[in-house]
């Protein structure tokens, strides 16, 4: 009887286990169950509220339709007469590139035009663009943004910017590609639009010329100088260069004359100097390589000259006729009778809250 109890404890042992796993397995599962089911109730809590709310606010609309539908109806009609009696807005854009850092005073100019309008100093705005005073009267606004550039651009903008910083400074500040087209500034760009916006639609021709007016300055001006006198003293450089090294290809076609007379391998002058002749065909295409580098130089230097000779250029000229400005805020149709159903939900809460803190002491 003793020799038997042993193997019945050891077979034992394995039950045991297997139980105990059993049992994990079993409350794993009840875990995950009862998560799926808390889930479950949190989000069918969420849209019965959200479904409260909606029949909430539909009750109250059912309730008060004939009010909301009489003054949303009555405010779409005065949004109607309203949008017939105001007069039509026309805009024109215009796409330049400042030269000499003359985006600077064409912004501030751009800005001081607004600010005659805002002003009514029409006097002004007739003598700087040149203008009867009831066109003037009819100009609304000038605005001035970025023109439009690739992605392209966009990169180069942004390693130029990292470029023009040390590594050390560019890991401080941490500034990725993103943070930096989202924090530029209006003057970081090459192109501007200018829009004017206007009650006259054929207006716009002759603003252009007071427009160009505004890329001028004292700055801009010194500093085309400066770069012409710059440009003078790089191409006399060039041009002396030039004639040393046609100095030295007389003397080395002499030599090759000589060489040419010659049998020798040494070819010798009047005047003592003596060169070796296996060199000279040589020193001759070097020579020629070098003029012909200095004449690129050169050329270049005339072509910069030559493009930006202006303070600006324009790139689209305003259009003879301007474009029917419109937007979803001028629908008074539709924006008026909006804002009356928000006015009138508004109110009602008012009244609620009202309510509420007048009888919040009874139900205490």
Not at 77 to 93: A, C, P
Not at 179 to 207: A, C, H, P, T
């Amino acid at each position: 009887m003793s020799d038997k109890l042993p193997a019945e404890s050891n077979n034992s042992k394995p039950i045991r286990s297997s139980n105990n796993e059993e049992i994990d397995l079993i409350v794993i599962f009840n875990l995950i169950g009862n998560g799926f089911d808390r889930i479950g109730r949190f989000f069918s809590t969420i849209i019965k509220a959200l479904y409260d709310i909606i029949i909430h606010v539909l009750k109250v609309i059912f309730k008060n339709i004939k009010i909301i539908a009489f003054t949303m109806i009555s405010l779409a009609v005065l949004g109607f007469f309203l949008e017939k009696s105001q007069k039509d807005i026309y805009r024109s854009q215009m796409l330049v590139k400042p030269y000499f850092d003359s985006k600077f005073q064409l912004v501030q100019n751009i800005n001081y035009y607004n600010a005659l309008i805002g002003e009514k100093d029409y006097k002004q705005l007739e003598n700087i663009f040149d203008i009867d005073i009831d066109e003037a009267k009819d100009i609304l606004s000038f605005e001035i943004t970025p023109g439009p550039e690739t992605e392209n651009d966009r990169i180069r903008e942004y390693d130029m910017y990292v470029k023009s910083i040390d590594s050390v400074r560019t890991e401080e500040l941490d500034v990725n590609f993103d943070d930096f087209i989202k924090n530029r500034s209006i003057y970081n760009g090459d192109f501007f639009q200018i829009e004017v916006r206007s009650y006259k639609k054929d207006i716009f021709r002759r603003l252009e010329e007071g427009l160009n007016s505004t890329f001028t300055n004292t700055y801009s001006i010194k500093k085309m100088q400066k770069r012409d006198s710059l440009l003078s003293i790089e191409k006399k450089q060039i041009q002396n260069s030039i004639k040393q090294v046609d100095s030295l290809k007389k003397v080395y076609m002499r030599v090759m004359e000589e060489e040419s007379k010659s049998d020798k391998g040494m070819v010798s002058f009047k005047d003592g100097m003596s060169v070796v002749s296996e060199r000279t065909v040589t020193k001759e295409y070097e020579l020629l390589e070098k003029e012909i580098q200095l004449q690129k130089l050169l050329s270049n230097i005339e072509s910069q000259k030559v493009e930006e000779d202006v303070y600006f250029d324009t790139l689209a000229s305003f259009q003879d006729v301007g474009s029917l400005y419109r937007t979803i805020w001028m629908k008074y149709v539709i924006i008026l009778p909006v804002l009356g159903f928000i006015g009138l939900g508004l109110i009602y809460l008012i009244i609620r809250l009202y309510q509420y803190v007048i009888r919040y002491d009874e139900k205490a």
